[in-house]
């Protein structure tokens, strides 16, 4: 979809978010809004927001600006905070009985967010509403149609248990605040990827030259660990983005896109090329021939090769709005390298079997069985870009692409399939904004960041049948699992995965990533410990590590082990299946799993209850506000639950086994979620004893 071209990798950035610092508090409000139209316009949705948020603010009752507040938000993908706003003006259009856009970027988010039933109900209202508002009102009715039967489609897929991939995060190495993407493995295990590396948010002043710039880097896999990356500096410039890197098939050659901003405040994106001799690569070149033109951009390039009679040819796959793109949106198209002439074949559209009045993007081609992968935000699919498959090549390819499934795709962006057969196996690489991707300002979907995945194995079954905490527990049973002696073939998979990665498990039951976990190194000084056992007890994370870098959300250990007896001996009734009284309470930040110290009283305070009873058994349950949807709460109750107890194994040495993760979600709220004090207070940790001996 047109709407869609903002959100697309690499062709507006969409998620950088470069803030003008002009002094504009004192303008007239439609000024205000003239500049955060401009800003979204560049591609900068915080500095339209902060604005725009003022402006909503001194003027509530202005549907005008509120709908451009909740836009920025969609585009800079917080659709939590984007949905509240368009329901609003959803509602209000319901009264009138006079529809926009707004109505149906409410049913978009809700779709974005998992919620199929609302989300189709909402787009089968726009499309059979009698008075819409806007010019754009027809597309828009064709494009609900499509959404109807995407979000029949999800509910469909919600069905299907028969397949699962584990896909895990990168560390935060690779991974950095803004969109990490385009990830292409070397034979050498070198890893070349698409990133700006930074951590907070990018500013620079009005009219000012700037040097925050996505660039094309490189970082080497061994074993399980990767290293710090470094730049490609042959293909990177100072003024320009730089990305989505693709060697041809005999490595002599390296493919790339750099991207410059046009005068609309666009971005126009041309491939270039660079030898590579001895491994190097040298200065690159832009692509002769007609791939590349003034008013078009062209990117995403993957070059591969295909028979022609008795000969092999390379073909390279790009993506592009040129003219003769479907509805004028982003397709991909193909050109046939020519041996005598030294360039490619004018290009030519790989036709309506892919690409469609939508975007398709990120193609990768797979010889041995002649299939193309790729992203599209139009084909039925259970988010925005899904992944889909479709055997043939060039223009010729079968009659309907397939999507590949909630295994890998999610409701949210899966972009950059990139496969790698292992042992007859297939892992490899997507490119997601899913929940476990890092993030900025406590929008948890920012951000593009590479997962790694790999296959359903038989062996697997019997695990991912079984409901997902039970699935944790045995899959990682040095993380989760309550027995920590018990030794597994599921113990060895945990062994494989990156030391300092947060990893993300997907269960296919409910098609979110059902928990993120950090490998941590437990104590070392057991003897000033406030808790010791003689028998061996395993933390809650991993004990094979040397060293931890601070990467994660999930388990923050406090500063330093505590040897203070028990303050006080509670005196309370052993009922099982009751909240312990507390005077110190644990409570989160929104979206926030992260414990700080002033966390440590209550943490002590459990100290106690565990030092006094030592046949007690305390069930550790994570609550949330009615923010988010069901599934995204439950998974963020786990967190929080997971971050306590990763706090008492790690620092206080408690046995694993006396600590249980219960998520509630929003199930159990004590306050009213309608007002933020009350959410605040439901934002929470809260400990129930569950056996005394």
């Not at 991939?165 to 950095?176: C, D, E, Q």
């Not at 790009?318 to 290009?347: C, E, H, M, Y």
Request: proline share 4%.
């Amino acid at each position: 979809m047109k709407y869609k071209v903002i959100i697309t990798i690499w062709i507006l950035l969409s998620d950088i978010a470069l803030a003008q610092q002009r002094r504009i508090h004192k303008m007239d409000a439609e000024t205000r809004h003239k500049i955060a139209h401009y800003q979204m316009q560049r591609g900068s949705y915080y500095g339209a927001i902060e604005i725009l948020e003022k402006l909503c603010e001194q003027h509530p009752n202005n549907p005008k600006y509120e709908f451009k507040l909740a836009e920025s938000y969609f585009r800079a993908r917080d659709y939590q905070k984007a949905k509240s706003l368009f329901e609003n003006l959803y509602r209000k259009e319901q009264l009138s009985g006079k529809y926009s856009l707004a109505s149906f970027y409410y049913a978009e988010t809700l779709k974005y967010l998992g919620k199929y039933d609302s989300a189709k109900r909402i787009f089968e209202e726009y499309a059979t509403a009698k008075r819409y508002e806007g010019k754009e009102a027809p597309t828009m009715k064709v494009f609900a149609q499509s959404e109807i039967k995407a979000c029949e489609f999800a509910l469909q897929m919600q069905k299907d248990t028969t397949q699962l991939y584990i896909a895990f995060p990168l560390p935060k190495t690779v991974n950095r605040g803004y969109s990490d993407f385009a990830p292409r493995l070397r034979s050498d295990n070198t890893l070349i990827f698409t990133s700006l590396q930074e951590d907070s948010l990018v500013k620079y002043r009005y009219g000012t030259s700037h040097f925050k710039h996505y660039k094309i880097l490189q970082t080497k896999v061994n074993d399980t660990l990767w290293s710090e990356p470094i730049e490609v500096e042959a293909v990177n410039t100072y003024f320009e983005n730089n990305g989505n890197g693709v060697f041809s098939p005999d490595g002599s050659r390296f493919y790339f896109t750099r991207c410059t901003e046009n005068a609309r405040y666009g971005m126009i994106c041309h491939i270039y090329v660079a030898e590579v001799k001895n491994g190097v690569i040298q200065k690159p070149k832009k692509l002769q021939g007609s791939i590349n033109q003034s008013n078009s951009t062209s990117t995403h390039p993957f070059v591969t090769k295909i028979k022609q009679g008795k000969t092999e040819k390379e073909i390279l796959y790009f993506v592009s709005n040129r003219k003769g793109s479907i509805g004028g949106s982003l397709d991909i198209w193909f050109a046939i390298w020519d041996n005598k002439q030294k360039t490619f074949s004018n290009p030519q559209n790989c036709g309506r079997a892919i690409n469609t009045i939508g975007n398709e993007i990120s193609p990768y081609y797979v010889l041995e069985d002649s299939t193309l992968y790729f992203s599209s935000d139009f084909h039925p699919g259970l988010g925005g870009y899904d992944i889909f498959k479709i055997r043939g090549a060039g223009n010729k390819w079968e009659e309907t692409p397939i999507n590949i499934g909630k295994s890998l795709n999610t409701s949210y962006d899966d972009m950059f399939y990139t496969p790698i057969k292992i042992n007859e196996e297939i892992e490899g690489f997507i490119v997601s904004n899913r929940p476990g991707s890092a993030h900025m300002r406590g929008n948890i979907t920012c951000c593009d960041d590479i997962f790694r995945f790999r296959t359903f194995r038989p062996e697997d079954k019997e695990l991912f049948s079984k409901p997902s905490e039970s699935l944790l527990a045995e899959i990682f049973p040095t993380t989760l699992s309550e027995d920590s002696n018990e030794d597994s073939s599921a113990h060895e998979i945990a062994q494989k995965h990156e030391a300092n990665a947060d990893l993300a498990l997907t269960d296919t039951s409910t098609e979110n990533i059902v928990q993120e976990i950090t490998l941590q190194e437990p104590p070392s000084d057991k003897k000033n410990s406030p808790i010791v056992e003689t028998e061996k007890e395993q933390p809650i994370t991993q004990s094979n590590q040397t060293e931890t870098e601070e990467t994660n959300n999930l388990a923050h250990p406090l500063v330093s082990n505590s040897k203070e007896e028990p303050r006080k001996q509670h005196d309370v009734p052993q009922k099982t299946n009751m909240v312990l009284e507390m005077k110190n309470k644990i409570t989160f930040e929104n979206a926030k799993v992260n414990l700080d110290e002033d966390d440590e009283p209550a943490l002590k305070e459990i100290l106690d209850y565990l030092n006094i009873y030592p046949g007690l058994i305390i069930e550790v349950g994570g609550h949330t506000d009615s923010n988010g949807s069901d599934e995204m709460n439950r998974i963020l109750s786990i967190q929080r639950a997971t971050a306590v107890v990763n706090a008492l194994v790690i620092k206080y040495n408690v046995p694993r086994r006396r600590l249980k993760i219960k998520g509630y979600g929003e199930s159990m709220p004590i306050a009213d979620n309608q007002t933020p004090e009350g959410r605040a207070l439901n934002r929470r940790v809260e400990f129930k004893a569950i056996q005394w001996e």
